[in-house]
């Protein structure tokens, strides 16, 4: 899929449009998910124009594992490092609406399964 500019989280990364954030480093940011589904929903992006997660390459491997990492980094310093999911959603029929890779970090309350 080709990358479009003009999403959203390319927009929030160009801060072109605020956005509540609460990590960033070098390879990814991480914000607040404007609609949260939890008491803790975090966006995590990396900063590498990547639409959907089965678009990214093999050298960029490690930037999926450390989009995970900082994620579970994130849901630590937030208080909630023990219990915690991580959804991300590949293409409309699964539910993606941006399409800018994103990490959903969800915390602070009992988590079903199946998920939806
Ligand atoms: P998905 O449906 O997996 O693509 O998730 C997109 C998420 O982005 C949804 O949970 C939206 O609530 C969230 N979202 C959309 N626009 C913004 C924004 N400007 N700032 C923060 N979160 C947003």
Same mark, same amino acid.
């Given at each position: &899929? %080709?990358?479009?500019?003009?999403?959203? /989280?390319?927009?929030?990364?160009?801060? @072109?449009? #605020?956005?509540?954030? *609460?990590?960033?480093? @070098?390879?990814?940011?991480? /914000?607040?998910?404007?609609?949260? %589904?939890?008491?803790?929903?975090?966006? *995590?992006?990396?900063?590498?124009?990547?639409?959907?997660?089965?678009?990214?390459? @093999?050298? %960029?491997?490690?930037?999926? =594992?450390?989009? $995970?990492?900082?994620?579970? @980094?994130?849901?630590?310093?937030?208080?909630?490092?023990?219990? /915690?999911? $991580?959804? *991300?959603?590949?293409?409309?029929?699964?539910? %993606?609406?941006? /399409?800018?890779?994103?990490?959903?970090?969800?915390?602070?309350? #009992? &988590?079903?399964?199946?998920? =939806?």
């Amino acid at each position: &899929m %080709q990358y479009d500019d003009g999403n959203v /989280f390319a927009r929030i990364l160009r801060r @072109e449009i #605020p956005a509540a954030i *609460v990590w960033e480093d @070098e390879r990814c940011l991480a /914000f607040r998910d404007l609609d949260p %589904q939890a008491p803790l929903h975090v966006l *995590v992006i990396p900063k590498a124009r990547i639409p959907r997660v089965g678009d990214a390459v @093999e050298e %960029q491997r490690e930037l999926l =594992g450390h989009l $995970l990492w900082a994620a579970g @980094e994130i849901a630590r310093l937030q208080g909630h490092g023990e219990a /915690f999911r $991580l959804v *991300v959603n590949h293409g409309a029929g699964a539910g %993606q609406s941006v /399409f800018h890779l994103h990490v959903h970090l969800l915390a602070g309350r #009992p &988590m079903a399964w199946p998920p =939806g």
